[in-house]
C-alpha cells in the first residue's frame, strides 16, 4: 500500500461534472422516430470521445487490428508483444483510420491480439495455438457484428494464427465489404541466421555445433528489424501469400517489409478499396467463391507453402459457405502447378521473403499461373477489379519495374532467380512442396512437406524410401530429450503420437524437427506424427496423421521396434506410410495391419496432463465437425445434431 504522503497533493481534486462536447448531433425527425436507441446512443459516444458532430454521418469503418505490446510514440516498447509480427500492426491501422476519416469516414478500431508459435515451442503455451485460431475468429465477427452501423471492414494482421483467424472472420461475414491488410515481415540480419534457423540454437549448441557465445550474439541479431512475421515463407508468410491470391488485399501487399514506407502506403490504398467496395456494394461473397479458393490453392502450391495452410484454408471455405477442399483436391493441385518460389526454408537458395516481395511476389508468380492456364482470372479482388485486370496492371505497372530493379541493384539478385519461370524451375529440379501418404498407419491420410527431404535421400527417379525401427513416444519432451542424449539412432523413425488435437490441441513441433536437423545423422532419421509442424520445418518428416492416436488411429497402436516403411515419390507426389512387421525383419503391410488389428493402443497414450478445459472443448467440437482434414473448423449444425441426438440418448437411459 502506498503512504498517503507519496505523490502530488492535486490528485485529491477530483472533478464531478464538465460541460461536455460543445455542438449538436446532426439529429433528424425520422430518425428519433425510428433509429434503434443503440444508433442513437451511439452517436453521444461518438462525440464523447472527441470526434466532431458534424463529421458523425460519414461511412463506418471498423479497422480491426492483432497489435500486441504497448509502443512508445518513438516506437520503443513500454510493454512488449508476443512477437514481432504484432509488435508494428497499430501503425498500419493507424494509416488506415487516417485514410479513412480524410474521405469523410468515420472509422473505428478494435484489437484481438494473437500469440507466437515460435514463443511457445516445446512449452505448454502450444496447447493454446490451434484452438486460439477459432476462438479469435469468433471473438473478431463478435466485434464486427457489434458495430450495427458499420459499413466494411479493414482486418489487419500477419502472424500464424492472427492472420488465419483474421481472414476467417471476414470470409464468415458474407454480407460486408471485407479488406486484409498483411502486416509484412522483418528483415534479417546482414550477418546473422535467420529466425527460422535461430530456433535450432540449443540443439546446436548440445551437439557442440555452437559455441555459447556464438548461440547469445547470432541470438540476439535474428530478429533484425521490430515488426513483421519471420523472414522465411513459413506460416505467417504464407498467410499472407493466401490472403493475397484469395483476393482480400490489394495488389502486392504480401511480404511487405514491415515499418517502411510501402508497407505504410498498402494500409492507406486498403482503406481506399474497403471504402470503394462500400460505395460499389461489393461484399466478402462477391470475392471469395469456389474459383477464388482453387487460384489460392495453386498460389499456395507454386510458392511452397507452409503445410499449416491445410488447416486454414478449409477452414476460410468452411467459413465463406464454400466447398472445402479435401487431400485429393490438394493433391490434385499439387501435381498441376510447378513450385516457382525459391525461398527459405526451401530453397533451392535460402532467399529471405523480403526478396520474395522485392521479385514481384504473388502477382508475379500468379503472371506465370495465369500463363500456364492454371488460375480463374474472372474472379473479384478487393481492388473492385478482376484479377485479370491486376495481372495485366501489374505487369506493366512502374511498381514492378522499380522494384525488381532494386533487387538487382541493392542484394545484386536477379528476380528472376527468386521467381522462376516455369522452364528455368523444372531445369533448376524443383519440385511440388507436398504428398498426401496414405497406408495402414494413416487410413485418412497425412502430409509431407516433400521438397525438405534431403536431395541426397531421393533415388535417381526422385523417391525416397525408408524402412526403419520406430522408436515411439508420447512426449515431446522425451523424444527431445532422446534426440539430444543419443536415444535415436540412423535409420530409426521416431514417432510421436498421441499429440493430435485430443491430446494436445494438435501441437506444432518445429522444436523436434530442428533438433533432428541439428544431428549429424539427422537426414536418416524420419518423424511420424498426428501434431503438425511449423512452416520452416525440414527433413522426412510426416505429420497431421488422420485418425488421430487418441480418435482410435491406427498410430497409437505402435511399439518399440515397429518396423516401418515409408515411401514419397517427390515427382508423382505419391506416398505411403505403413507398419510393416514387428520381428527381426521387415514383412509387408497386410502382416502390419493385422499385428495393428489385434493390439490395444499405445500403454502410454493419453490426453496431456496439463490440456486446458478450453482445448479440450476445442477438440471435442472440431472432431465432431469433420476433424484435422475438414480444418479443424466449428460445423454447427453437425454439433447440434450430436448434441441433440446425445441428449436423446441420455434421455432414453433414465
Known amino acids: 500500500m502506498g503512504a498517503d504522503g507519496d505523490g502530488d497533493p492535486s490528485r485529491y481534486?477530483?472533478?464531478?461534472h464538465a460541460a461536455g462536447p460543445s455542438g449538436a448531433l446532426p439529429l433528424t425527425p425520422e430518425l428519433l422516430r425510428d433509429a434503434p436507441s443503440g444508433d442513437l446512443f451511439g452517436l453521444s459516444q461518438n462525440v464523447g470521445m472527441g470526434w466532431s458532430p458534424s463529421r458523425l454521418l460519414g461511412k463506418e469503418v471498423l479497422v480491426l487490428g492483432t497489435q500486441g505490446g504497448i509502443r512508445e510514440p518513438d516506437g520503443s516498447p513500454l510493454a512488449l508483444g508476443y512477437h514481432t509480427g504484432h509488435w508494428e500492426i497499430g501503425l498500419l491501422m493507424r494509416e488506415a483510420a487516417k485514410e479513412?476519416?480524410?474521405?469523410?469516414?468515420?472509422?473505428?478500431?478494435?484489437?484481438?491480439?494473437d500469440p507466437c508459435d515460435g514463443r511457445t515451442q516445446g512449452t505448454t503455451g502450444m496447447f493454446d495455438s490451434l484452438p486460439y485460431r477459432n476462438d479469435a475468429a469468433i471473438v473478431m465477427r463478435r466485434l464486427i457484428r457489434s458495430l450495427p452501423r458499420r459499413d466494411a471492414v479493414v482486418g489487419v494482421a500477419t502472424c500464424d494464427k492472427g492472420l488465419p483467424a483474421m481472414t476467417i472472420a471476414l470470409a464468415g461475414m458474407r454480407k460486408l465489404p471485407v479488406v486484409v491488410v498483411p502486416g509484412g515481415v522483418t528483415l534479417p540480419p546482414t550477418v546473422g541466421e535467420d529466425a527460422g534457423k535461430i530456433q535450432t540454437i540449443g540443439a546446436r549448441y548440445a551437439s557442440g555445433e555452437l559455441s555459447l557465445g556464438e548461440a547469445a550474439d547470432l541470438g540476439c541479431r535474428a530478429c533484425a528489424t521490430p515488426g513483421g512475421g519471420c523472414q522465411f515463407l513459413g506460416t505467417a508468410g504464407t498467410a499472407q501469400v493466401v490472403a493475397e491470391a484469395l483476393g482480400l488485399t490489394v495488389p502486392h501487399a504480401a511480404l511487405a517489409p514491415s515499418g517502411q514506407p510501402i508497407w505504410a502506403e498498402m494500409a492507406r490504398q486498403s482503406a481506399r478499396a474497403a471504402l470503394r467496395l462500400a460505395e460499389a456494394g461489393r461484399t466478402s461473397a462477391d470475392i471469395l467463391t469456389d474459383a477464388s479458393i482453387r487460384n489460392a490453392m495453386a498460389v499456395h502450391a507454386a510458392f511452397g507453402g507452409s503445410t499449416n495452410l491445410l488447416l486454414h484454408i478449409p477452414a476460410i471455405a468452411h467459413?465463406?459457405?464454400l466447398a472445402v477442399p479435401d487431400a485429393s483436391d490438394w493433391a490434385a493441385v499439387n501435381r498441376a502447378v510447378p513450385r516457382l518460389v525459391s525461398v527459405l526454408p526451401n530453397g533451392p537458395v535460402p532467399h529471405p521473403t523480403v526478396r520474395v516481395f522485392l521479385a514481384g511476389g504473388v502477382p508475379e508468380v500468379m503472371l506465370h499461373l495465369r500463363r500456364l492456364g492454371l488460375l480463374d482470372e474472372r474472379v473479384l479482388t478487393a481492388s473492385g477489379a478482376t484479377l485479370g485486370d491486376v495481372l495485366d496492371w501489374w505487369e506493366r505497372s512502374e511498381r514492378r519495374q522499380r522494384l525488381r530493379a532494386r533487387l538487382r541493384d541493392v542484394d545484386g539478385v536477379d528476380?528472376?532467380?527468386?521467381?522462376?519461370?516455369?522452364?528455368?524451375?523444372?531445369?533448376?529440379?524443383?519440385?511440388?512442396?507436398?504428398?498426401?501418404?496414405?497406408?495402414?498407419?494413416?487410413?485418412?491420410g497425412s502430409v509431407i512437406k516433400s521438397t525438405a527431404i534431403d536431395p541426397s535421400r531421393l533415388d535417381a527417379s526422385g523417391v525416397f524410401r525408408h524402412v526403419?525401427?520406430?522408436?515411439?513416444?508420447t512426449e515431446e519432451r522425451a523424444a527431445i530429450r532422446a534426440i539430444k542424449t543419443g536415444g535415436v539412432a540412423a535409420g530409426d523413425v521416431l514417432a510421436l503420437i498421441g499429440r493430435g488435437p485430443s491430446g494436445t490441441g494438435m501441437e506444432e513441433t518445429y522444436q523436434l524437427t530442428s533438433a533432428l536437423k541439428a544431428l549429424p545423422f539427422g537426414?536418416?532419421?524420419?518423424?511420424?506424427?498426428?501434431?503438425?509442424?511449423?512452416?520452416?520445418?525440414?527433413?522426412?518428416?510426416i505429420g497431421h496423421i488422420g485418425p488421430?492416436?487418441?480418435?482410435?488411429?491406427?498410430?497409437?497402436?505402435?511399439?518399440?521396434?515397429?518396423?516401418?516403411?515409408?515411401?514419397?515419390?517427390?515427382?508423382?507426389?505419391?506416398?505411403?506410410?505403413?507398419m510393416v512387421g514387428d520381428g527381426e525383419r521387415p514383412a509387408d503391410a497386410a502382416a502390419g495391419e493385422a499385428a495393428l488389428r489385434a493390439?490395444?493402443?499405445h500403454p502410454g497414450l493419453a490426453p496431456d496432463p496439463e490440456l486446458p478445459d478450453d482445448t479440450r472443448l476445442w477438440a471435442a467440437l472440431q472432431a465432431v465437425s469433420g476433424g484435422t482434414w475438414k480444418g479443424c473448423v466449428y460445423d454447427v449444425d453437425r454439433i447440434l445434431e450430436v448434441l441433440e441426438a446425445g441428449m436423446e440418448a441420455l434421455g432414453r437411459a433414465k
Open 415 to 444: 528476380p528472376d532467380t527468386v521467381i522462376y519461370t516455369p522452364e528455368a524451375a523444372r531445369r533448376a529440379g524443383m519440385t511440388s512442396t507436398v504428398t498426401f501418404p496414405v497406408g495402414n498407419l494413416a487410413p485418412e
Open 100 to 113: 479513412i476519416a480524410e474521405a469523410g469516414g468515420v472509422p473505428f478500431a478494435g484489437y484481438v491480439s
Open 548 to 578: 488421430e492416436a487418441l480418435a482410435g488411429g491406427p498410430v497409437g497402436k505402435l511399439r518399440d521396434g515397429d518396423w516401418i516403411e515409408i515411401v514419397i515419390d517427390t515427382r508423382r507426389l505419391e506416398g505411403s506410410i505403413h
Open 523 to 541: 537426414k536418416e532419421v524420419a518423424l511420424l506424427t498426428d501434431a503438425r509442424f511449423s512452416g520452416v520445418s525440414t527433413g522426412a518428416c
Open 599 to 601: 493390439r490395444e493402443p
Open 468 to 473: 526403419g525401427r520406430a522408436k515411439v513416444f
Open 319 to 321: 467459413a465463406a459457405g
Open 13 to 16: 481534486d477530483v472533478v464531478t
